[in-house]
Each structure stands twice: as C-alpha cells, then as structure tokens.
C-alpha cells in the first residue's frame, strides 16, 4: 500500500508562484505514476498533471499547460507541483494520486492511492 500526504497549499495573489508536494510512503513508490488532481467548490474533481515512474513523462490539463509543472524524486519519495502565473479559478483543493503502471490516464478511476488534500487559494 502506498500511503499519500499533501502539503504546503496555501493563499497567494493572482500572477504569484506556489508549490505544493505529496510525501509517499511505501516499498513501491518507484513502481507507479503520480498525478495531482483538484476540486473546486460545487465542481467535480478534475485531472491536472501526470507523470510517469520510469521516463517521467508528464501531462498537463489544457487549462494549467505552460503554467504547472510536476516533478518527482523517488529518492526522497517526493511529488511536487510547481504552480506559476497562479489564477482565482485554480483555487481548489488539491490531491495527489499514485496508480500502479506508467501509462497515461487522466481519470480519477484508475488511481489506487489518493491522499487527503491540500487547499490552494488564489486571490483576485
């Protein structure tokens, strides 16, 4: 079982930086991708980056590309979400997801580990 906790969310203006991380515990962190996902109030849970275990190929949301970056150490057992050019929409909770395998998927469905959330928000 991989055990996921998210961190460093906070309040920041409009145009600022942040970055929030997901510390993994588990044998097998090495083994499964990672994604970090977000929910705004009264929205549905919604993809927003990827990334691999082995190439550390990443994907982005249409709406965060350019501005997000994902990042991970498997070494220290880190995920990390850099998030640049913030904006009032990207307020949200934000959740990291690991699922075994190292292919692609943007659908909270197919990730086996999730982990309680991290609230980011971003003020006009």
């Known amino acids: 079982q991989v055990q996921l906790i998210e961190s460093g969310g906070g309040l920041v203006q409009a145009g600022g930086s942040l970055t929030i991380s997901c510390a993994a515990s588990?044998?097998?962190?090495?083994?499964?991708?990672m994604a970090w996902f977000r929910q705004a109030p009264g929205k549905e849970r919604e993809f927003v980056a990827f990334?691999?275990?082995?190439?550390?190929?990443?994907y982005y949301a249409d709406s965060v590309q350019g501005r997000f970056a994902i990042s991970r150490d498997n070494t220290k057992n880190m995920l990390y979400l850099q998030m640049n050019t913030l904006k009032p929409e990207d307020t949200a909770v934000y959740y990291c997801?690991?699922?075994?395998?190292?292919?692609?998927?943007?659908?909270?469905?197919?990730?086996?580990?999730w982990g309680q959330g991290t609230q980011v928000t971003v003020s006009s």
């Open positions: 588990g044998r097998a962190f090495s083994s499964v991708a």
């Open positions: 990334i691999s275990w082995i190439e550390r190929s990443t």
């Open positions: 997801a690991a699922r075994w395998g190292n292919t692609f998927y943007p659908k909270e469905d197919g990730y086996n580990y």
